[in-house]
């Protein structure tokens, strides 16, 4: 229950408007790959003790 409580996206908050899918597609694929880089990059950091 509490990593539900921690969960963090990287989409923005907001309602957004697209012309068609693959505009929306794009964002979304775009959000989950700054997402995947930040988490892998947290990962490499050396842990403070």
Not at 23 to 49: F, G, I, S
């Amino acid at each position: 229950m509490d990593s539900n409580a921690r969960y963090r996206t990287r989409v923005p908050k907001g309602i957004f408007f697209y012309d068609s899918h693959e505009q929306m597609t794009h964002d979304r694929e775009r959000w989950t790959v700054e997402l995947m880089r930040a988490r892998r990059a947290a990962l490499r950091e050396p842990k403070k003790p």
